[in-house]
């Protein structure tokens, strides 16, 4: 069993953490408090590579894997939450489905701008009335001639108002139930699409959550993404994905929080020393650096499994339970560290623990994580 | 090699606009002490297109003769007529020992002189000896960023040619009674010599004080936060009667410029008094500044190595300290 | 249009610290870097491939570990990097390193040779200039801005007091300053290729034409007599006190020392 990381994932590392200092975490505290999405950190991603890490350079990727793009959100989302999950929304949840389940045309036409971070992506599965039951779709999608019309409302869809393609998915066949939702190519400028109003968030504040509407869309029958009624099995599949996208940026956030709480209690004096010389701090300290590795090695685990094309459906659920959990925890910790100074804006924890709220809840919650790990026990 | 052959120093005597660089004084003065010492003569090299002062403070200094080449290549530095004037003059006339202020036009010349004598050459050196038994010159110098200092001999090869940081040599023993004796010297340039076009010379109109000038410095670490707390260290440089400097981060933050850098890689000062504000204390850094007579520390993280280099340390967020120091200090 | 930049991997310096008891280097987990005003050359190599196509090749001298900052190069767009390696290199002052550059540099093709104006542990910027020497170019250094328009570079060259606006006829080298440009970072694409497409070239003294006499400390006619860590001057008084205090004990020490 081997713990080391390959040469080119350490220069990874590296370029990520130089990256992330000099242009993502300078804007962290701007875009959440401006509730404004970084449109010019999309721009530096797609010239160093950040939107189309897992996939081949014949389709405008980097030909790096799994593994290397885990990292990138994690480094990421060490400085902002944000940055991390435009990455990882645009990279699993609308290019990855292109590349496992799109024909020849449907990944020349979408994935190569897609990874060249030309075009960003999105993912329409939650409705209103759809969520951890996302079998309940109402979305409606309707073969007429050589085109779908589809119509219905997609709700929380992160990138929504800035992303070019999406991939949506509605009901073509209610009468078979989940094999009768079918996913479909979207492009933002067809007839009868939509972006609505944007949700006010508690964190994650500068990524564009938005409602998508459909009347009347008509969608060529060529973006049908796999066959009819394949919708459910590729939504699942493609959220197996997310969830270590999702778990990255969870470990990213607890992560960063440690890293500025070890800053904070050698600087700050109480009583007439450093507080990082109490017994309790040292303590929590500790807790936090042993959930956050354990969750790292959770999370590199499932990106492994991917690469090396075994099942990680498991693997990933495991990785984002214990990630989101950890992250909530350890940027609670890193808040109370800081005292009343945590509390205020002008450290940044406070911000990470309202980022890391929303991993223990998107892309399945944790109970659907514990459903999915249970299952596999119990099957 | 006949090492024998080699003697007397020999000073290279950098002018800009006709004027001689006050650093080609103190280097004078220093080759006056290593030529007593070596029983030799001390001589300088003037490379010039026209002469705008009087030369006589070079004699003074120390200086035996002078060799003097004037010709119309040598007005704005280019390199080559320069370095084919200076190899004239090292082949002609076989000094032991060359020394060049550490300007960036010594900086410049200085290798492709030695290179081309075929000899080896010492960047930067802040002290020079002689070594006793053997008549060695002993270059001293920071190296690996100001961490140790080596000492570097040429033992094998003449000249022994050494570039010399300015402001490090002090000027000693002015003499006004030594005679002033020049000797033009004709170099046969070619018109193949000017390899470069000079277009247009801009000058820096707007110099700030120079750091290495001033009595005070308040000088800024990336510890300040942000580049709007520069003001806040501007008005206490004010009523000290000083100026701001900065460390190399700051200075690559962009937040200062490279002018007002202390380090290895910028300045060497030495005020009466530097105060030293949210700089961590990088070793590149104590390098141009712990020659400094006091030095005041301000930092939040008490385990700060500029703490071990400082007088006087105050473990505090200099955003507060300084505010009250500024109340208490009388205005100037 | 064929450009060799010459770089060399240092460590950082900002990162070295002393240990305060004995007073030596600690060196332990000191990152090594590309040389800050190297790495400027490079990029200033690879914007003039950008707008002109040019080929880039990246040379070091160094120990095999030189690899990586060559593989960095690589990342960020370089297209071919060559190692000179070899015990018989090693103890080179700067004129036997640039004699051993040069002759490795004959081998090539160049317009323009880039050297960073210094290396951040050893600070001689004398590299540059001999190489220049030994291949009988004109150089032009401490490049501030760059720009080309056929067989000729415009540069802007800074000095202290003054700028010089410079056109040279290629083939030429400048060495270059930190502060030309902000270097871009690697890209995910350009990592991957420097480890799985890329090969680093290495040379060792018999892929040279150079005599054996130039080599190495043999060839260097400087020598270092000794090197010493500076006295370790004992600490001043440290108060951790609120700022009012503070602001009155630098006040009366002030005092105390005449300073104001």
Known sequence: MNFDLSKEHLMLQEMYRKFTENEVKPLAEEIDEEERFPVETVEKLARYGFLGIPFPKEYGGAGADNLAYAMAVEELSKACGTTGVIVSAHTSLCAAPIYEWGTEEQKQQYLVPLAKGEKLGAFGLTEPNAGTDAAGQQTRAV?????????????????????????????????QGTRGISAFIVEREFPGFSVGKKEKKMGIRGSATCELIMEDCIVPKENLLGKEGQGFKIAMKTLDGGR?????????????????????????????????????????LAD????????????????????????????????????????MEVTTKAVQLHGGYGYTREYGVERMMRDAKITEIYEGTSEVQRMVISASLLK | MNISEYKDVLVFIEQRDGVVEKVSKELVSKGREIANTLGCKCKGALLINDINENLDELFHWGLDELYLVKHKSLGEFMTEPYAKAMTHICKEYKPEIVFFGATSIGRDLAPRVSSRMDTGLTADCTSLDVEEETNNLMMTRPAFGGNIMATIICPEHRPQMSTIRPGVMPMINKDESRPSVITEVAVPFTDADANIEILEVVKHTHELIKIEDANVLVSAGRGIGNPSK???????????????????????????????????????VRPDLYFACG?????????????????????????????????????????????????????? | MNIVVCIKQVPDTNEVKLDPKTGTLIRDGVPSIINPDDKAGLEA??????????????????????????REALAMGADEAILLTDRKFAGADTWATSMTLASAIRKLDYDLIIAGRQAIDGDTAQVGPQIAEKLGLPQVSYVKELDRDGEHLFITREFEDRAHKIKVKMPCLITTLAELNAPRYMSVEGIMDAYREKEIVTWTRDDIEIDEEALGLKGSPTRVKKSFTKAVKAPGKKYDVDAAQAAQIILDNLKEKYII
């Open chain 3, 45 to 70: 190599a690879l914007v003039l491939k950008d707008k002109f196509d040019a080929k880039v090749t990246v040379l070091t001298m160094g120990p095999p570990q030189a690899d990586k900052a060559l």
């Open chain 1, 244 to 284: 270590i996208g999702i778990a990255s940026q969870a470990l990213g956030l607890a992560q960063g929080s440690l890293d500025e709480t070890v800053k904070y209690v050698k600087e700050r004096k109480q009583f007439g020393r450093s507080i990082a010389k109490f017994q309790n701090t040292q303590f929590q």
């Open chain 1, 288 to 327: 936090m650096d042993t959930r956050t590795e354990a969750a790292r090695l959770l999370v590199y685990k499932a990106a492994r499994a991917k690469d090396a094309k075994v099942p990680y459906s498991k693997e990933a659920a495991m990785a984002k339970l214990f990630a989101a959990e950890a992250a």
């Open chain 2, 279 to 332: 700089i961590s204390g990088a070793i590149q850094h104590l390098a141009g500044m712990e020659e400094s007579e006091y030095i005041v520390a301000i930092n939040k993280d008490d385990t700060a190595p500029i703490f071990d280099s400082a007088d006087l340390s105050i473990v505090g967020d200099l955003n507060a300290v300084i505010p009250e120091l500024i109340k208490l200090l009388p205005n100037k």
């Open chain 1, 143 to 175: 073969l007429e001639g050589d085109h779908y019309v589809l119509n219905g409302s997609k709700i929380f869809i992160t990138n929504a108002s800035n992303a070019d393609v999406f991939i949506i998915m509605a009901m073509t066949d209610k009468a």
């Open chain 2, 230 to 268: 520069l003001e806040l260290l501007g008005e206490l440089a004010e009523k000290l009667g000083g100026t701001v400097s900065s460390s190399r981060a700051v200075v690559d933050a962009g937040w200062t410029d490279r002018a007002q850098q202390v380090g290895q890689t910028g300045k060497t």
